[in-house]
C-alpha cells in the first residue's frame, strides 16, 4: 500500500516539465498498475513502442499531453489504492468478528480481482 500512496504524492507533484521525471512517472504508473507498454499505447492511444521511449526517458510528448498521462495513471493508481483499501478494512471486519468461514474470504478474494 505504501508503494502506491508514494507514487500518487511524487506524481502528482512532479515537475512534469522534467522528461526525466516523466519517465519515472509513466514507469512507475505502469508497474503499479501492471499495465505492459502495449496496454498503456491503447489507453494512451498511441504505439506501444512510443510509450517505451517516454518509459526510458529517450522521449516524452509535449507538455499537455504528460499531464494528461500522469492523470490517467493517478487515476488508475487511487481506484487501486481505494480497492486495496476496501480490501483490508473487510479483512480487518472478518478478523475481529471471527472470520465467518469460506464464503467470507472468497467474497473478499472475488473483490481483489476484480480491482
Known amino acids: 500500500?505504501?508503494?502506491?500512496k508514494q507514487f500518487l504524492a511524487q506524481a502528482k507533484s512532479a515537475d512534469l516539465?522534467?522528461?526525466e521525471m516523466f519517465a519515472f512517472v509513466v514507469?512507475?504508473?505502469l508497474?503499479?498498475?501492471g499495465m505492459?507498454?502495449?496496454d498503456a499505447g491503447e489507453l494512451f492511444r498511441t504505439a506501444p513502442?512510443?510509450?517505451s521511449r517516454w518509459e526510458n526517458g529517450h522521449t516524452a510528448p509535449a507538455l499537455v499531453a504528460r499531464y494528461a498521462v500522469r492523470d490517467l495513471l493517478v487515476n488508475r493508481v487511487t481506484r487501486i489504492a481505494s480497492a486495496l483499501d476496501q480490501r483490508v478494512s473487510i479483512a480487518r471486519e472478518n478478523i475481529?468478528?471471527?472470520?465467518?468461514g469460506l464464503d467470507s474470504f472468497q467474497r473478499t478474494?472475488?473483490?481483489l480481482v476484480v480491482a
Open 1 to 4: 500500500m505504501e508503494p502506491l
Open 17 to 19: 516539465r522534467d522528461k
Open 27 to 29: 514507469r512507475e504508473g
Open 31 to 33: 508497474t503499479l498498475t
Open 36 to 38: 505492459s507498454v502495449r
Open 49 to 51: 513502442g512510443t510509450v
Open 96 to 100: 475481529s468478528s471471527g472470520f465467518h
Open 109 to 111: 478474494r472475488s473483490a
